[in-house]
């Protein structure tokens, strides 16, 4: 069984910075890509950034250059840093990631971690 376990969000003023984090255990034999979304209240849940096991990274427009992605293979986690947050940023953030067991390849999510910007 895998959990993807993500912390690290809370209230912040805009401007600000959080850091959000993502932990992936159980059985795991490997991870592809990790990745964060995102989904504000009335709106579909987004990608917000994304990074392969080969260190490659993809993020939305909307983040470039605020946010970045990274992580430990080793360790099986995966950071992101939030910088110069908006309003807009308002969401659950939710990980996920691309995990091979012994049953073969899986998607897994995280159970969410509420980051809010106020103006």
């Known amino acids: 069984q895998v959990q993807l376990v993500n912390s690290g969000g809370g209230l912040v003023q805009a401007g600000g910075s959080l850091r959000l984090s993502c932990a992936a255990s159980?059985?795991?034999?490997?991870?592809?890509?990790m990745a964060w979304y995102r989904q504000a209240p009335g709106k579909q849940r987004e990608l917000v950034a994304a990074s392969t096991s080969g260190g490659s990274t993809d993020y939305a427009d909307s983040v470039k250059g605020r946010f970045t992605i990274s992580r430990d293979n080793g360790k099986n986690t995966m950071l992101m840093q939030m910088n110069s947050l908006k309003p807009e940023d308002t969401a659950v953030y939710y990980c996920?990631?691309?995990?091979?067991?012994?049953?073969?390849?899986?998607?897994?999510w995280g159970q969410g971690t509420q980051v809010t910007v106020s103006s």
């Open positions: 996920n990631a691309d995990v091979r067991t012994a049953r073969g390849w899986s998607n897994y």
């Open positions: 159980g059985s795991i034999f490997s991870i592809n890509t």
